[in-house]
Protein backbone atom coordinates (compact mmCIF):
# COMPACT_ATOMS: atom_id res chain seq x y z
CA UNK A 1 0.00 0.00 0.00
CA UNK A 2 1.46 3.44 -0.62
CA UNK A 3 0.97 6.85 -2.22
CA UNK A 4 -1.32 8.77 -3.70
CA UNK A 5 -3.14 5.89 -8.85
CA UNK A 6 -5.64 5.38 -9.80
CA UNK A 7 3.26 11.14 -12.21
CA UNK A 8 26.24 21.87 -27.68
CA UNK A 9 27.88 23.79 -29.87
CA UNK A 10 26.77 26.15 -32.34
CA UNK A 11 26.05 25.15 -35.41
CA UNK A 12 28.72 26.03 -38.47
CA UNK A 13 26.80 28.14 -41.01
CA UNK A 14 26.35 26.79 -44.17
CA UNK A 15 28.90 28.38 -47.15
CA UNK A 16 27.09 31.31 -49.08
CA UNK A 17 24.13 30.29 -47.05
CA UNK A 18 23.83 34.11 -45.35
CA UNK A 19 22.51 33.01 -42.16
CA UNK A 20 24.13 34.74 -39.45
CA UNK A 21 25.23 33.10 -36.55
CA UNK A 22 27.23 34.99 -33.62
CA UNK A 23 30.38 37.02 -34.35
CA UNK A 24 29.62 36.86 -38.27
CA UNK A 25 27.52 39.62 -40.09
CA UNK A 26 25.32 38.67 -42.50
CA UNK A 27 25.47 39.48 -46.58
CA UNK A 28 24.34 42.99 -47.14
CA UNK A 29 21.78 42.11 -49.66
CA UNK A 30 20.31 39.35 -47.66
CA UNK A 31 17.11 39.56 -46.17
CA UNK A 32 17.86 37.15 -43.15
CA UNK A 33 17.41 39.29 -40.20
CA UNK A 34 19.85 40.46 -38.23
CA UNK A 35 21.28 37.51 -36.04
CA UNK A 36 21.74 40.45 -33.18
CA UNK A 37 18.12 41.54 -33.12
CA UNK A 38 17.64 37.81 -32.76
CA UNK A 39 19.55 36.93 -29.91
CA UNK A 40 18.05 40.23 -28.09
CA UNK A 41 14.74 38.39 -28.36
CA UNK A 42 15.28 34.67 -27.61
CA UNK A 43 18.75 34.60 -26.32
CA UNK A 44 21.78 33.08 -27.99
CA UNK A 45 21.28 29.85 -30.37
CA UNK A 46 23.04 27.83 -27.15
CA UNK A 47 19.86 29.01 -24.85
CA UNK A 48 16.86 27.53 -27.68
CA UNK A 49 16.93 24.51 -26.59
CA UNK A 50 17.02 25.52 -22.67
CA UNK A 51 13.60 27.63 -23.57
CA UNK A 52 11.91 24.50 -25.77
CA UNK A 53 12.37 22.70 -22.53
CA UNK A 54 10.75 25.27 -20.40
CA UNK A 55 7.91 25.79 -23.05
CA UNK A 56 7.33 22.04 -22.97
CA UNK A 57 7.20 22.04 -19.40
CA UNK A 58 4.60 24.44 -19.28
CA UNK A 59 2.51 22.91 -21.65
CA UNK A 60 2.46 19.33 -20.16
CA UNK A 61 2.08 21.21 -16.44
CA UNK A 62 -0.94 23.09 -18.03
CA UNK A 63 -2.36 19.60 -19.80
CA UNK A 64 -3.00 18.21 -16.65
CA UNK A 65 -5.58 20.99 -15.50
CA UNK A 66 -7.25 21.28 -19.65
CA UNK A 67 -10.77 21.52 -18.11
CA UNK A 68 -10.60 24.01 -15.30
CA UNK A 69 -7.45 25.82 -16.23
CA UNK A 70 -4.58 27.21 -14.39
CA UNK A 71 -2.88 30.23 -12.85
CA UNK A 72 0.13 31.38 -13.83
CA UNK A 73 1.46 30.79 -10.08
CA UNK A 74 0.06 27.55 -10.36
CA UNK A 75 2.03 26.44 -13.25
CA UNK A 76 5.29 28.51 -12.23
CA UNK A 77 4.57 25.86 -9.53
CA UNK A 78 4.64 22.93 -10.74
CA UNK A 79 7.53 23.61 -13.50
CA UNK A 80 9.73 25.15 -11.08
CA UNK A 81 9.98 28.01 -12.93
CA UNK A 82 10.86 31.44 -11.63
CA UNK A 83 6.96 33.48 -11.78
CA UNK A 84 8.53 35.84 -14.25
CA UNK A 85 9.63 33.56 -16.37
CA UNK A 86 6.63 31.40 -16.54
CA UNK A 87 4.24 34.41 -17.16
CA UNK A 88 6.90 35.74 -20.02
CA UNK A 89 7.04 32.55 -21.58
CA UNK A 90 2.83 32.15 -21.33
CA UNK A 91 2.44 35.47 -23.46
CA UNK A 92 4.58 34.55 -25.69
CA UNK A 93 2.84 30.77 -26.53
CA UNK A 94 -0.07 32.97 -26.22
CA UNK A 95 0.57 35.22 -29.06
CA UNK A 96 1.11 32.38 -31.20
CA UNK A 97 -2.27 31.08 -30.46
CA UNK A 98 -0.79 27.79 -28.17
CA UNK A 99 -2.45 28.97 -24.67
CA UNK A 100 -5.16 31.17 -24.20
CA UNK A 101 -6.03 33.02 -21.16
CA UNK A 102 -9.90 34.05 -19.38
CA UNK A 103 -9.53 37.47 -19.40
CA UNK A 104 -11.98 37.25 -15.91
CA UNK A 105 -10.27 34.60 -14.16
CA UNK A 106 -6.91 34.78 -15.03
CA UNK A 107 -6.57 31.36 -15.82
CA UNK A 108 -4.66 29.71 -18.92
CA UNK A 109 -5.72 27.19 -21.20
CA UNK A 110 -4.35 24.87 -23.78
CA UNK A 111 -5.05 26.92 -27.09
CA UNK A 112 -6.51 26.53 -30.63
CA UNK A 113 -3.37 26.11 -32.71
CA UNK A 114 -2.47 22.94 -30.08
CA UNK A 115 -5.71 21.45 -31.29
CA UNK A 116 -4.90 22.05 -34.88
CA UNK A 117 -1.26 20.72 -34.88
CA UNK A 118 -2.63 17.72 -32.67
CA UNK A 119 -5.55 17.29 -35.57
CA UNK A 120 -2.12 17.02 -38.25
CA UNK A 121 -0.53 14.78 -36.12
CA UNK A 122 -2.70 12.35 -35.53
CA UNK A 123 -3.38 9.91 -38.51
CA UNK A 124 0.62 9.43 -37.49
CA UNK A 125 0.61 8.83 -33.99
CA UNK A 126 -3.65 8.59 -32.69
CA UNK A 127 -5.37 5.55 -32.35
CA UNK A 128 -7.88 7.39 -29.55
CA UNK A 129 -10.94 7.15 -32.56
CA UNK A 130 -10.35 3.25 -32.69
CA UNK A 131 -9.87 3.19 -28.76
CA UNK A 132 -13.37 4.23 -27.99
CA UNK A 133 -14.73 1.58 -28.90
CA UNK A 134 -12.29 -1.12 -26.75
CA UNK A 135 -13.08 1.11 -23.73
CA UNK A 136 -16.45 1.37 -24.13
CA UNK A 137 -16.92 -2.19 -24.15
CA UNK A 138 -14.49 -2.87 -20.97
CA UNK A 139 -16.69 -0.86 -18.93
CA UNK A 140 -19.59 -2.29 -20.37
CA UNK A 141 -18.73 -5.90 -19.63
CA UNK A 142 -17.07 -5.42 -16.87
CA UNK A 143 -19.01 -2.69 -14.72
CA UNK A 144 -15.34 -0.98 -13.76
CA UNK A 145 -13.78 2.17 -14.68
CA UNK A 146 -11.87 1.31 -18.39
CA UNK A 147 -8.97 4.00 -19.42
CA UNK A 148 -7.06 4.32 -22.57
CA UNK A 149 -3.66 5.58 -22.31
CA UNK A 150 -0.60 6.88 -24.57
CA UNK A 151 3.27 6.28 -23.91
CA UNK A 152 4.70 9.53 -23.87
CA UNK A 153 8.35 9.81 -23.60
CA UNK A 154 9.04 8.73 -20.15
CA UNK A 155 5.60 9.24 -19.09
CA UNK A 156 2.10 7.62 -19.50
CA UNK A 157 -0.91 9.85 -20.09
CA UNK A 158 -4.62 9.14 -19.64
CA UNK A 159 -6.69 9.98 -23.14
CA UNK A 160 -10.07 8.37 -22.70
CA UNK A 161 -12.01 7.29 -19.59
CA UNK A 162 -15.63 5.53 -19.71
CA UNK A 163 -17.16 4.42 -15.91
CA UNK A 164 -18.70 1.53 -15.81
CA UNK A 165 -22.10 0.58 -14.37
CA UNK A 166 -20.57 -0.30 -10.79
CA UNK A 167 -21.18 2.60 -8.53
CA UNK A 168 -18.21 3.00 -6.42
CA UNK A 169 -14.97 4.17 -8.53
CA UNK A 170 -11.47 5.15 -8.23
CA UNK A 171 -10.44 8.81 -9.49
CA UNK A 172 -6.74 8.29 -8.77
CA UNK A 173 -6.72 8.28 -13.24
CA UNK A 174 -8.36 11.05 -15.41
CA UNK A 175 -8.06 12.41 -18.77
CA UNK A 176 -5.10 14.24 -19.08
CA UNK A 177 -3.39 12.58 -16.00
CA UNK A 178 0.28 11.89 -16.16
CA UNK A 179 2.58 9.12 -14.43
CA UNK A 180 5.99 7.90 -14.73
CA UNK A 181 6.65 4.60 -16.71
CA UNK A 182 6.43 1.86 -13.27
CA UNK A 183 3.74 3.87 -11.88
CA UNK A 184 0.10 2.55 -12.19
CA UNK A 185 -0.79 -0.15 -14.33
CA UNK A 186 -0.92 1.03 -17.93
CA UNK A 187 2.96 2.17 -17.27
CA UNK A 188 3.77 -1.11 -15.76
CA UNK A 189 2.47 -2.66 -18.51
CA UNK A 190 4.50 -0.54 -21.23
CA UNK A 191 7.68 -0.67 -19.34
CA UNK A 192 7.18 -4.28 -18.79
CA UNK A 193 7.48 -4.99 -22.94
CA UNK A 194 10.53 -2.27 -23.59
CA UNK A 195 13.62 -3.72 -24.40
CA UNK A 196 15.66 -5.00 -21.69
CA UNK A 197 18.48 -2.63 -22.18
CA UNK A 198 15.84 0.54 -21.72
CA UNK A 199 14.38 -1.18 -18.47
CA UNK A 200 17.96 -0.94 -17.17
CA UNK A 201 18.67 2.72 -18.32
CA UNK A 202 15.06 4.04 -17.29
CA UNK A 203 14.89 2.33 -13.36
CA UNK A 204 18.83 3.78 -13.35
CA UNK A 205 17.76 7.28 -13.84
CA UNK A 206 15.04 7.63 -12.19
CA UNK A 207 14.23 7.22 -8.34
CA UNK A 208 10.70 6.31 -7.94
CA UNK A 209 10.82 5.59 -4.47
CA UNK A 210 11.10 9.50 -3.72
CA UNK A 211 7.43 10.44 -4.59
CA UNK A 212 5.80 7.01 -4.75
CA UNK A 213 7.49 4.93 -2.01
CA UNK A 214 9.66 2.00 -1.18
CA UNK A 215 6.78 0.08 -2.92
CA UNK A 216 8.38 1.40 -6.29
CA UNK A 217 11.92 0.40 -5.13
CA UNK A 218 14.03 -1.22 -8.49
CA UNK A 219 13.59 -4.45 -6.94
CA UNK A 220 9.93 -4.32 -6.72
CA UNK A 221 9.73 -2.73 -9.87
CA UNK A 222 11.05 -5.39 -11.74
CA UNK A 223 9.07 -8.24 -9.56
CA UNK A 224 5.73 -6.66 -11.13
CA UNK A 225 7.36 -6.31 -14.74
CA UNK A 226 7.95 -10.25 -14.69
CA UNK A 227 4.77 -10.54 -13.57
CA UNK A 228 3.28 -8.74 -16.41
CA UNK A 229 5.13 -10.60 -19.06
CA UNK A 230 3.97 -14.00 -17.09
CA UNK A 231 0.24 -12.96 -17.11
CA UNK A 232 0.36 -10.83 -20.25
CA UNK A 233 -1.59 -8.40 -18.10
CA UNK A 234 -0.17 -6.09 -15.34
CA UNK A 235 -1.71 -5.31 -11.66
CA UNK A 236 -1.18 -2.56 -9.50
CA UNK A 237 -2.65 -3.34 -5.72
CA UNK A 238 -3.55 -0.20 -4.43
CA UNK A 239 0.06 0.80 -4.73
CA UNK A 240 -1.15 4.73 -5.16
CA UNK A 241 -4.06 5.16 -3.03
CA UNK A 242 -5.00 2.22 -0.33
CA UNK A 243 -8.06 -0.01 -2.13
CA UNK A 244 -7.72 1.10 -5.51
CA UNK A 245 -6.75 -1.20 -7.70
CA UNK A 246 -6.17 -1.24 -11.84
CA UNK A 247 -5.11 -3.89 -14.37
CA UNK A 248 -3.56 -3.20 -18.08
CA UNK A 249 -2.76 -4.83 -21.30
CA UNK A 250 0.16 -2.73 -23.31
CA UNK A 251 -1.24 -1.91 -27.07
CA UNK A 252 1.54 -2.19 -29.66
CA UNK A 253 2.54 -0.11 -32.90
CA UNK A 254 3.59 -1.41 -35.84
CA UNK A 255 6.98 -1.87 -34.97
CA UNK A 256 6.20 -4.06 -31.95
CA UNK A 257 7.15 -1.26 -29.04
CA UNK A 258 4.77 -0.80 -26.30
CA UNK A 259 3.18 2.83 -27.14
CA UNK A 260 -0.36 2.44 -25.39
CA UNK A 261 -2.14 0.67 -22.81
CA UNK A 262 -6.12 -0.36 -22.06
CA UNK A 263 -6.60 -0.54 -17.93
CA UNK A 264 -9.38 -0.85 -15.73
CA UNK A 265 -9.75 0.44 -12.29
CA UNK A 266 -11.51 -0.15 -9.22
CA UNK A 267 -12.17 -0.96 -5.61
CA UNK A 268 -9.96 -4.20 -4.22
CA UNK A 269 -13.12 -6.50 -3.71
CA UNK A 270 -13.82 -5.97 -8.23
CA UNK A 271 -10.12 -7.57 -8.42
CA UNK A 272 -10.27 -10.49 -6.31
CA UNK A 273 -7.49 -13.31 -7.43
CA UNK A 274 -10.40 -15.18 -8.96
CA UNK A 275 -11.66 -12.12 -10.85
CA UNK A 276 -8.59 -11.58 -12.46
CA UNK A 277 -7.86 -13.80 -15.27
CA UNK A 278 -11.70 -12.76 -16.50
CA UNK A 279 -10.68 -9.53 -16.40
CA UNK A 280 -7.08 -9.72 -18.14
CA UNK A 281 -9.02 -12.06 -20.85
CA UNK A 282 -10.54 -8.93 -21.41
CA UNK A 283 -7.83 -6.53 -21.56
CA UNK A 284 -5.63 -8.67 -23.75
CA UNK A 285 -8.37 -9.25 -26.62
CA UNK A 286 -9.22 -5.39 -26.70
CA UNK A 287 -5.17 -4.78 -26.54
CA UNK A 288 -4.88 -7.08 -29.32
CA UNK A 289 -7.52 -5.94 -31.51
CA UNK A 290 -5.91 -2.37 -31.41
CA UNK A 291 -2.15 -3.43 -32.02
CA UNK A 292 -3.89 -4.62 -35.27
CA UNK A 293 -5.13 -1.65 -36.68
CA UNK A 294 -2.29 0.95 -34.58
CA UNK A 295 0.08 3.21 -37.23
Known amino acids: ?118 AAASPRYDLTNEARGSVHRLAQATGESAFFSARRGDETVVLLREDGSFPIRSFVLFEGARFPLGVVSAGIAVLAYLPAREIDAYLDAHDLTEQWGPSHSPDAVRARLAATREHGWSLNPGLIVEGSWGMAAAVFDSTGSPAWALTLTGIEPRFRPDRQPELGRLLLEEAHHLSRKAP
Open 1 to 118: MGRREEYTPHPKPRQGSGVAVSGISRQPDDHTPDVHSVDARIGTVSEVPHVVGRVGRLLRALSQQAVSGATTTALARDTGLPRATAHRLLESLAREGFVDRDTRSGRWFLGPELYLLG
